[in-house]
């Protein structure tokens, strides 16, 4: 989708996404799922970064990063124009398959950003949604080769991604 930055429906941007094959086994009530899909949105952004769900606020270590976050109370997954425009369509799928599960952990009362300090590849949510595109890549034939690629980074270090990697069944090459 080619729009300028702002908030639009989460499958007017993907569209399609309610037909696929994971998101007809997300957990849950399948009315509901799709309800929710519709009640998503999307903010395309022009800053950096990949994609991830909206905190209602910026994450402590993040902000000490230097990154700021769009923040907000509703269910909005945000996604830089340039991942959407330039990245492999195959880890823009992996990704919004990987986001709409955090809305959906969010609506089963899970913390996606928690206050205490888990590290990243610890986290429940994300192993849990990491875990859900890596098998649909793997229906779709991608090889742990290109996973490892998909799963390095820049925000975790060597041993937090070997970690991430074992803690989602992704081998170590």
């Known amino acids: 989708m080619e729009a300028p930055a702002g908030r639009y429906p ?17 957990p849950g009530d399948d009315a509901r ?18 994609m991830y769900v909206a905190p209602p606020r910026t994450p402590a270590e993040i902000r000490a ?14 996604v830089s124009r340039a991942h959407l425009a330039n990245s492999p369509r195959i880890d823009v799928y992996l990704d919004v398959i990987h986001e709409f599960l955090h809305i959906l952990q969010r609506h089963q009362g ?3 950003w928690p206050r205490r300090r888990i590290p990243y590849p610890d986290r ?24 490892r ?18 803690n989602v069944g992704v081998p170590f090459a």
């Open 10 to 26: 989460l499958l007017k941007v993907f569209v399609g996404l309610e037909k696929t094959v994971p998101f007809r086994k997300y």
């Open 33 to 50: 799922t799709l309800r929710l899909a519709r009640e998503t949105s999307v903010e395309l952004s022009d800053g950096p970064g990949w």
């Open 65 to 78: 990063a230097g990154f700021r976050m769009v923040e907000t109370r509703d269910d909005v997954i945000v």
């Open 110 to 112: 899970r913390e996606i």
């Open 124 to 147: 429940p949510t994300e192993i849990e949604a990491y875990a859900y595109s890596i098998a649909e890549a793997r229906r779709l034939g991608v090889p742990d080769a290109y996973l």
């Open 149 to 166: 690629e998909y799963l390095l980074v820049t925000w975790l270090n060597k041993s937090e991604y070997r970690r991430l990697l074992q």
